[in-house]
């Protein structure tokens, strides 16, 4: 099948510079977001922001006016707690105005604080982890049917691999062949309760998804040079693709990072200037 890609790339140069341009205003976002009467799930969202930004920025073809187009590549953000960076990163795209991230989590608003299909570029409501794969394989399946060259895309979070729906699906898709999905696990091995290797271990994790016939590359999901490469990289013919994306909580905000207590914070006006100015400091 071919891959194609999104519309903003003009050279590999800068592409790289409007990617990190991108993902530090994603991240600023999430901070303004996690600063705000509600608070948001500030660790894991600025672990993904790298992800979501090569997604939308280099690798799926969108329309952001017509965000139902019939061609285009689909997005399930399974670690729907994540939400507060895929509306960022929508706004970047220009999906939603970018001052409708003030409205997170008002009642008055479409930003609840797991995605919703009310939000344009949003295909399902998720968040009761382990259920993004399913909704993937699905939509990779319904594509594959109906002769649509379509790409699917799915962001877990690590913690979500202790749910058994989620190897029911990789079982499923692997049995179906459906090369048109790619699975990205956001590996910053932390979880709300602690590191994930102490409650429920998930490894040897590359091989367990090797065992239920997947496609496996490792990388760093923070470096742009390795995520947008395997992003795009032509799947094995009949095998579906997992990338598992090695990231750090709290990404960006040195005293955020590698801390379950970044997994959600309400940010009062003292923290968000220090953790803006740390990660303006970072980039």
Do not use: C
């Not at 496609?215 to 040079?225: I, L, N, R, S, Y």
Request: hydrophobic residues 45%.
């Amino acid at each position: 099948m071919s891959v194609q890609t999104a519309e903003p790339v003009t050279g590999e140069d800068a592409l790289g510079d409007e990617l990190r341009g991108r993902a530090l205003a994603v991240r600023e976002h999430v901070l303004r977001i996690g600063a705000g009467a509600n608070g948001a799930h500030v660790g894991g969202s600025l672990s993904a922001a790298d992800i979501l930004v090569a997604l939308y920025f280099a690798v799926l073809r969108v329309r952001p006016q017509e965000p139902d187009w019939a061609g285009r590549d689909h997005f399930v953000l399974s670690k729907g707690h994540a939400g507060a960076a895929l509306y960022a990163t929508l706004a970047e795209r220009g999906f939603l105005p970018v001052p409708e991230l003030d409205t997170y989590g008002s009642p008055a608003g479409r930003l609840m604080a797991h995605p919703t299909p009310a939000v344009p570029g949003v295909e399902f409501a998720t968040g009761s982890l382990g259920h993004g794969l399913s909704l993937a394989t699905g939509l990779a399946l319904a594509a594959r049917r109906a002769g649509r060259p379509n790409r699917v895309f799915t962001l877990m979070g690590d913690g979500e691999l202790q749910e058994g729906s989620v190897w029911e699906a990789a079982m499923a898709a692997a049995h179906l062949k459906l090369d048109n999905l790619t699975a990205v696990v956001d590996r910053n091995r932390l979880q709300i309760s602690g590191p994930t290797e102490g409650r429920m271990g998930l490894e040897p994790l590359a091989d367990k998804w090797r065992a239920f016939g997947w496609q496996v590359a490792e990388v760093d999901g923070h470096d742009f040079d390795e995520l947008v490469p395997a992003l795009r990289a032509a799947p094995a013919s009949g095998r579906p693709t997992v990338l598992i994306a090695e990231t750090v909580k709290g990404r960006g905000v040195r005293h955020l990072e590698h801390r379950k207590q970044s997994h959600f914070a309400k940010l009062g006006e003292a923290a968000y200037e220090r953790a803006l100015a740390a990660l303006r400091a970072s980039a």
